[in-house]
């Protein structure tokens, strides 16, 4: 007896639904079996993480602010991974969106009108966050070179040079010793949401996923992306140019996730300082695969993750357990959702082994 997995000719709706569904519950299992082995209750732990992310509106819009950058890496990352890109560098797209949007408000506020000011940041993180993806773009796209390696190594470029100007030249010589720029002026700052720390980054990230999803699956660009993805060699046979399709699909990629850090630095933080780089870039690539590249479905994803990491921080204080259980209830999450990603686009065949014939008598 043999198993085998054979590619289904076609995804039914319904397996789209259940698969994610239920690797979801397998994660909690899984979770649950981790909290047992520290000799905690799971649901009780369940039960504080959720209350911790979702149990006021106070909570739910900390759960909001750390759930806007993931949706904008996330949305990002989503873009290059549809044609089988591996943007591993939205951490370092984040980062240096955030050191240009800061570097118009610092730099430019005397230049600038006070209310063209915040959207020049913004759109200056952008451009930022879309030319540092735009060099491995054109790397894969003229010789070929790896992208998985070139946008991992420039995300380290992009935190120590950001460390470096807060640190150094940017630091507020009237900081008391705090590695941080001056404040942005209040005109700079980006406008929060109902009195929270919740910000418009989130309209902006809603806005982004209802185009991408527009474009994705309505537009002849989004439908020449999925055939590069699925077959690069039906593509070049369509006439489909791949390397065009690459850079552009980059500098989009990278233009979302320097909107995020554009965000963090003019909504969150209102400075430049350390705090900017906590990973959002690298927790994207979860968001991305649970969401399974469906720009709308990345919105609801990055809420539960960051309700993972609100919710951490609450067992932490509520049970005495790392708040980096959170993380680590992240990568449960990633995995089972992987899993199920094969029985989704693979069915498992049972061959069982034939008797052998029986073999004639000769008589002599």
Same mark, same amino acid.
């Given at each position: 007896?043999?198993?085998?997995?054979?590619?289904?000719?076609?995804?039914?709706?319904?397996?789209?639904?259940?698969?994610?569904?239920?690797?979801?519950?397998?994660?909690?299992?899984?979770?649950?079996?981790?909290?047992?082995?520290?000799?905690?209750?799971?649901?009780?732990?369940?039960?504080?993480?959720?209350?911790?992310?979702?149990?006021?509106?106070?909570?739910?819009?900390?759960?909001?602010?750390?759930?806007?950058?993931?949706?904008?890496?996330?949305?990002?990352?989503?873009?290059?991974?549809?044609?089988?890109?591996?943007?591993?560098?939205?951490?370092?797209?984040?980062?240096?969106?955030?050191?240009?949007?800061?570097?118009?408000?610092?730099?430019?506020?005397?230049?600038?009108?006070?209310?063209?000011?915040?959207?020049? %940041?913004?759109?200056?993180?952008?451009?930022?966050?879309?030319?540092?993806?735009?060099?491995? %773009?054109?790397?894969?796209?003229?010789?070929?070179?790896?992208?998985?390696?070139?946008?991992?190594?420039?995300?380290?470029?992009?935190?120590?040079?950001?460390?470096?100007?807060?640190?150094?030249?940017?630091?507020?010589?009237?900081?008391?010793?705090?590695?941080?720029?001056?404040?942005?002026?209040?005109?700079?700052?980006?406008?929060?949401?109902?009195?929270?720390?919740?910000?418009?980054?989130?309209?902006?990230?809603?806005?982004?996923?209802?185009?991408?999803?527009?474009?994705?699956?309505?537009?002849?660009?989004?439908?020449?992306?999925?055939?590069?993805?699925?077959?690069?060699?039906?593509?070049?046979?369509?006439?489909?140019?791949?390397?065009?399709?690459?850079?552009?699909?980059?500098?989009?990629?990278?233009?979302?996730?320097?909107?995020?850090?554009?965000?963090?630095?003019?909504?969150?933080?209102?400075?430049?300082?350390?705090?900017?780089?906590?990973?959002?870039?690298?927790? %994207?690539?979860?968001? %991305?695969?649970?969401?399974?590249?469906?720009?709308?479905?990345?919105?609801?994803?990055?809420?539960?993750?960051?309700?993972?990491?609100?919710?951490?921080?609450?067992?932490?204080?509520?049970?005495?357990?790392?708040?980096?259980?959170?993380?680590?209830?992240?990568?449960?999450?990633?995995?089972?959702?992987?899993?199920?990603?094969?029985?989704?686009?693979?069915?498992?065949?049972?061959?069982?082994?034939?008797?052998?014939?029986?073999?004639?008598?000769?008589?002599?």
């Amino acid at each position: 007896m043999r198993f085998v997995f054979e590619k289904r000719q076609s995804v039914s709706r319904q397996a789209l639904v259940l698969v994610p569904v239920g690797s979801f519950f397998v994660s909690l299992l899984l979770g649950a079996v981790l909290l047992l082995a520290s000799k905690v209750n799971p649901l009780t732990t369940y039960a504080a993480m959720a209350h911790g992310a979702f149990g006021s509106w106070y909570n739910f819009s900390e759960t909001l602010v750390k759930a806007i950058p993931l949706m904008l890496t996330g949305l990002g990352v989503s873009i290059a991974f549809r044609m089988r890109f591996w943007n591993i560098g939205a951490e370092g797209q984040l980062v240096w969106g955030g050191v240009a949007a800061a570097w118009v408000i610092i730099f430019l506020a005397d230049v600038i009108p006070p209310w063209l000011l915040l959207p020049v %940041a913004l759109l200056l993180g952008v451009v930022g966050g879309a030319l540092w993806a735009g060099g491995p %773009a054109v790397l894969k796209a003229t010789l070929g070179v790896d992208e998985t390696l070139t946008t991992l190594l420039l995300n380290y470029v992009a935190i120590l040079f950001s460390q470096y100007l807060y640190y150094g030249p940017w630091r507020d010589p009237e900081g008391y010793g705090f590695p941080g720029t001056v404040q942005f002026p209040q005109f700079a700052w980006l406008p929060r949401l109902g009195g929270t720390r919740a910000h418009v980054g989130l309209i902006f990230a809603i806005v982004a996923a209802a185009l991408l999803w527009f474009v994705l699956n309505r537009t002849r660009w989004g439908f020449e992306l999925k055939i590069i993805g699925e077959n690069q060699t039906a593509a070049r046979y369509l006439g489909i140019n791949i390397a065009r399709h690459i850079v552009w699909a980059m500098l989009l990629s990278g233009a979302l996730s320097g909107l995020a850090g554009a965000c963090e630095v003019t909504g969150i933080s209102r400075r430049l300082q350390q705090g900017l780089s906590l990973g959002y870039g690298y927790t %994207a690539i979860i968001v %991305a695969w649970l969401a399974q590249l469906n720009p709308i479905a990345v919105l609801f994803v990055a809420i539960l993750m960051g309700a993972l990491l609100v919710g951490g921080d609450q067992v932490q204080m509520m049970m005495g357990l790392p708040a980096s259980v959170g993380i680590v209830l992240q990568g449960m999450l990633l995995f089972p959702m992987l899993a199920g990603g094969l029985f989704t686009e693979y069915r498992l065949r049972i061959i069982r082994a034939e008797k052998a014939a029986p073999v004639a008598e000769v008589q002599p």
